[in-house]
Nanobody, 122 residues
Framework: VQLQASGGGLVQPGGSLTLSCTASGHILDRYAIGWFRQAPGKERELVASISWGGGSTYYADSVKGRFTISRDNAKKTVDLQMNSLKPEDTGVYYC????????????????WGQGTLVTVSS
């Protein structure tokens, strides 16, 4: 089972990016998924999560109203649409899978993908 995050890059403040998390096997239609980020010199933090069915989402206060998480289980993808990006959004973004959304929020994830770097800078 593998998770793969993609879509990172360099963007100016106020710009947008969409990150995608894809998975092999049946992981994406049986697990809650979370997007985490780790900024230089800081601990990894949860940015957003979504339940396996997509009916429940969670956002960190710092990204509410700017980021949107969504999933398409048929395509085995979970996207993170990031708008109005700020320099403090810079970091390596990871997707992770947990058996429940509560597990994702608590950091008890069963699977982690490699990160994708997002740099917000002018």
């Amino acid at each position: 089972v593998q998770l793969q995050a993609s879509g990172g890059g360099l963007v100016q403040p106020g710009g947008s990016l969409t990150l995608s998390c894809t998975a092999s096997g049946h992981i994406l239609d049986r697990y809650a998924i979370g997007w985490f980020r780790q900024a230089p010199g800081k601990e990894r933090e949860l940015v957003a999560s979504i339940s396996w069915g997509g009916g429940s989402t969670y956002y960190a206060d710092s990204v509410k109203g700017r980021f949107t998480i969504s999933r398409d289980n048929a395509k085995k993808t979970v996207d993170l649409q990031m708008n109005s990006l700020k320099p403090e959004d810079t970091g390596v973004y990871y997707c992770a899978a947990g058996v429940t959304q509560g597990a994702v929020i608590s950091g008890s994830n069963d699977y982690w993908g490699q990160g994708t770097l997002v740099t917000v800078s002018s």
